[in-house]
T-cell receptor
Framework: GENVGLHLPTLSVQEGDNSIINCAYSNSASDYFIWYKQESGKGPQFIIDIRSNMDKRQGQRVTVLLNKTVKHLSLQIAATQPGDSAVYFC??????????????FGKGTKLSVIP | DSGVTQTPKHLITATGQRVTLRCSPR?????VYWYQQSLDQGLQFLIH???????AKGNILERFSAQQFPDLHSELNLSSLELGDSALYFC???????????FGEGSRLTVL
């Protein structure tokens, strides 16, 4: 899939450095948050998720931080690699009671890794 | 490869026409979600089916409809197409107990 929008925020990072991608979410009642990565020509790919009863979760080379007070989510990528270049989306889920995850996606941030 | 298959990958049609997009979820996944990705609106949730039944509707136009068949594949029908319907349409499937959606590679619809 193509990058969303003509004016995506862009983050350029040197290979090997750490990246931090930020996201402001909209609804204080959202209970579940996910980061997705979308490479050119592909569908979004799950990276990491976090529930609202947590403030930090770590995966392999990635960490998600959740600050519910200011409705802010961040994704930290350690030792960024050229293969990390993509558009990153945060998504939030409002509990619906129907067992359905109706994710609301942010506009995305384009990460460019400089070799 | 997410395991979700979408066809066709590309589709070009004219205004007023009708198209059908097809999705085969990952083996064992009962949930199928449809999303639309456009330049101005980003990724938007359209509709969710679980084991053949509609579970939730999002920003889906009345000109659009979907269904999930007994073999769990799903179709999204778009009718009376307008220029603004040009977008990428993604299908995603999931295990019921998590929100981890596995997206297909999308169907790119161009309406001329």
């Amino acid at each position: 899939g193509e990058n969303v929008g003509l004016h995506l925020p862009t983050l350029s990072v040197q290979e090997g450095d750490n990246s931090i991608i930020n996201c402001a979410y909209s609804n204080s009642a959202s209970d579940y948050f996910i980061w997705y990565k979308q490479e050119s020509g592909k569908g979004p790919q799950f990276i990491i998720d976090i529930r609202s009863n947590m403030d930090k979760r770590q995966g392999q080379r990635v960490t998600v931080l959740l600050n519910k007070t200011v409705k802010h989510l961040s994704l930290q990528i350690a030792a960024t690699q050229p293969g990390d270049s993509a558009v990153y989306f945060c998504a939030e889920n409002l509990p619906s009671g129907a067992g359905s995850y109706q994710l609301t996606f942010g506009k995305g941030t384009k990460l460019s890794v400089i070799p | 490869d997410s395991g979700v298959t979408q066809t066709p990958k590309h589709l070009i049609t004219a205004t007023g026409q009708r198209v059908t997009l097809r999705c085969s979820p990952r083996s064992g996944d009962l949930s199928v979600y449809w999303y639309q990705q456009s330049l101005d609106q980003g990724l938007q949730f359209l509709i969710h089916y679980y084991n053949g039944e509609e579970r939730a509707k999002g920003n889906i136009l009345e000109r659009f409809s979907a269904q999930q068949f007994p073999d769990l594949h799903s179709e999204l029908n778009l009718s009376s197409l307008e220029l603004g319907d040009s977008a990428l349409y993604f299908c995603a499937s999931s295990v019921k107990s998590t929100g981890e959606l596995f997206f297909g590679e999308g169907s790119r619809l161009t309406v001329l």
